[in-house]
Nanobody, 123 residues
Framework: QVQLVESGGGLVQAGDSLRLSCAVS????????MGWFRQTPGKEREFVAA???????NYANSVKGRFTVYRDNAKNTVYLQMNSLKPEDTAVYYC?????????????????WGQGTQVTVSS
């Protein structure tokens, strides 16, 4: 069973940075594509960023140039570095894992999810 645990969320001011981490259990982390999604109350889950097992990445237009997704296979961890945060980035952030190929942008492609971590950006 694959388990994902996010950490690193918090309350920051606009313009600040945060780094989210997602630790993944299991010995096959390197084979997983990983995604980051976010959700606010009353809205649908939104794709943020993804990284394939080979290191290719995809980003939502709203975060391009500000967010960076990367992975450390030795630590079974994927990260989301978030810079120049805006109030509209406020959400619960979830990481997800899939054995499918590619840096996938659709939540339905991911069978494994973490519990989420809250990010709040004040203006």
């Amino acid at each position: 069973q694959v388990q994902l645990v996010e950490s690193g969320g918090g309350l920051v001011q606009a313009g600040d940075s945060l780094r989210l981490s997602c630790a993944v259990s299991g010995r096959t982390f390197a084979a997983y594509a990983m995604g980051w999604f976010r959700q606010t109350p009353g809205k649908e889950r939104e794709f943020v960023a993804a990284i394939s097992s080979g290191g290719s990445t995809n980003y939502a237009n709203s975060v391009k140039g500000r967010f960076t997704v990367y992975r450390d296979n030795a630590k079974n961890t994927v990260y989301l570095q978030m810079n120049s945060l805006k109030p509209e980035d406020t959400a619960v952030y979830y990481c997800a894992a899939t054995s499918r190929l590619g840096a996938r942008m659709y939540g339905d492609d991911y069978p494994y999810w973490g519990q989420g971590t809250q990010v709040t950006v004040s203006s």
